[in-house]
C-alpha cells in the first residue's frame, strides 16, 4: 500500500501562514494525481485542493481560493499546500490523498481517493 506522510502542522495566528508537506514512499509517485482534504472535530471531512499528475490543472474549493495553493514536485515525491491568510475556520486535521484514476482534472469527492495519510493538525486562533 502506498505510504503518504503529511508534515508542516502547527499552530498560527490568524491572517498568518503554513506550507504543508506530503511524501510518498514509493517511487510511482508521479503515476497519482494527488489531493487535499481537511476535517474538524464531528464533521465531515471535506475538499480543500487537487492537482493532477504533471500538475497542469489544479482545482480548489471556494472557501480557500486565492489563499491556498497546491503544488507537487514528482522528482521529490512531494506534494504541497501553501496556506496563506488563515482563518480560523481553517482548523482542522489535514489530510494528502492519492487517486490513481486517470483523469485530465481532479476529484473532489474523497471516495474518488484510494490512498491517504496520517493527517497533520492545523489550528488557527484568533
Known amino acids: 500500500q502506498v505510504q503518504l506522510v503529511e508534515s508542516g502542522g502547527g499552530l498560527v495566528q490568524a491572517g498568518g501562514s503554513l506550507r504543508l508537506s506530503c511524501a510518498a514512499s514509493v517511487r510511482t509517485f508521479s503515476s497519482y494525481s494527488m489531493g487535499w482534504f481537511r476535517q474538524a472535530p464531528g464533521k465531515e471531512r471535506e475538499f480543500v485542493a487537487g492537482?493532477?499528475?504533471?500538475?497542469?490543472?489544479?482545482v480548489y474549493a471556494d472557501s480557500v481560493k486565492g489563499r491556498f495553493t497546491i503544488s507537487r514536485d514528482n522528482a521529490k515525491n512531494t506534494v504541497s499546500l501553501q496556506m496563506n491568510s488563515l482563518k480560523p475556520e481553517d482548523t482542522a486535521v489535514y489530510y494528502c490523498?492519492?487517486?490513481?484514476?486517470?483523469?485530465?482534472?481532479?476529484?473532489?469527492?474523497?471516495?474518488?481517493?484510494?490512498?491517504w495519510g496520517q493527517g497533520t493538525q492545523v489550528t488557527v486562533s484568533s
Open positions: 490523498a492519492a487517486d490513481v484514476h486517470r483523469s485530465l482534472v481532479p476529484h473532489t469527492s474523497s471516495h474518488d481517493y484510494d490512498f
Open positions: 492537482i493532477t499528475l504533471s500538475g497542469g490543472r489544479t
